[in-house]
């Protein structure tokens, strides 16, 4: 009988898709011991922004939070979101700290972890795969992740060499992540087949959003086409700028005898269980009925939603919304100019902001954003196709050439930990609480000497009522 799993996504993905990732810990503890029991093929739970959220907005310790769940959940998968050399954020870190990393998302009960980079530079992604493989449990599966685009050079076969290179990278499984919601079902079905063609044995795992409209459909053409896995989120938490409905696919599945593992009351409780919560958002406006709604501007100007919000923001801010055709006319010429980058964060804010001064100077690249610049340097990586040559000279100087960040040994440790211990003292207890320092130092800092003022609180109320 055909097999498709599921993989649930309402902790991570449909959290931070509708509600900027403030769901705290507390708000679903009650929850996980049953989820335990729904047979999914994972839960996404951890990682993307759910760090920087727990210590910026909800006072939590990530790390304990993980934890609290794996403590829950200890029969399901639990799987995480991570950015490839760029962790959880959007800067470079030295190899020792995603060595680092890996190990206690390992060590604190991650079993998936999810690596991708922006721009499907596959050298990004090596250190955190490595690391990977050294700390691994006999649970433990790394899953190439591929940044869905398209593009004049993003053709099935350009996919199919990726998948080809993550697999003799040593992936165990490939995920096809679409973040804006425009892979077609037309475009599924082509190119899961030439992937399931070319390396048939390795799961493959379709990430898709609602945003469009099309979700359902693209998920359905995937399933018919060989897709292992795919990312739903139950119900009241779907659709929109999130995951497409668990239960609705359960559902629609079972008709075509296609078998899912999934235990049909579980699903509904999990559901029914978040319901209230969503109503408790939506009452408190955090959660915005629009983000539910179906937007298909994307489709029609090509470029994701939230990038175009970005820019009508900026044009409003600016005045100068009566440039707005213009510059969305710009955006892929100046995408074309930076070899055709997926649109994800920051390069669709770097593509878009710079598609707007172009048009605002009356003249292009009159003026260059200096993160325009960097990627030039090569700081991001490689770009999909190359870059516009008379652009490249103008910014890095004629026969200039891009630095290749991933081969100075300079790069590979660093003094991270060293100045984490010195700026926390005993603020840090353990590897956990530096790790939260480097990636999100003012945030970690923060939320570490409230931790400490608490407990002294309780030190002193403890000895007063004795
Ligand atoms: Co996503």
Redesign the pocket.
Known sequence: MKKVQFTE?VLR?AN??LMATRLPYSDYAGILSEMDKAGYYSVECWG?ATFDSCLRYLGEDPWERLRNIRKNMPNTRLQM?LRGQNLLGYKHYHDDVVEKFVELSIKNGIDIIRIFDALNDFRNIKTALEATKKYATPKTIASGCISYTQSPVHTVDKYVEMCKELKSMGFETICL???AGTMSPYEAEHLIKGIKDAIGDMPIIL???CTTGMAYMTVTKAIESGVDVI?TATSCFSNGTS?PATETLFYALGQYGIETGLNEDVINKVNDYFKPIKQKYVDSGLLNPKSMATDSQALVYKVPGGMLSNMIANLKDMNAMDKFEAALAEIPSVRKDLGYPPLVTPLSQMVGNQAVVNVLMGERYKQISNEVKNYFKGEYGISPAPVDAALEAKILGEGGKPVDCRIEDAKRTGKEFEDAKAALGDLARCEEDLMSYICFPQQAEAFLKERKAKEENMATYTIEEA
């Open positions: 996504t993905d931070q898709s993307g979101l992540k679409d973040m990430h898709t959003h990312d995951q």
